[in-house]
């Protein structure tokens, strides 16, 4: 299906490693952008809705 969200953060750390390892001498400085999928749901006490435009 897709990727695994919760697997994100070590596969940056690999790839920071690997820039670090190529001689890329600011590799902590990477900024990394990442997309998913989420379920939003009203909360207990009325919170946002995925309908509402509040999120």
Excluded: Q, Y
Aim: proline fraction near 4%.
């Amino acid at each position: 299906m897709g990727e695994d969200l919760a697997a994100v953060a070590g596969r940056t750390e690999l790839i920071k490693s690997a820039a670090a390892e190529a001689g890329r001498r600011d590799a902590d400085a990477l900024r990394f952008v990442c997309r998913g999928v989420t379920r939003v749901r009203p909360g207990r006490h009325g919170g946002p809705t995925a309908t509402d435009g509040h999120l």
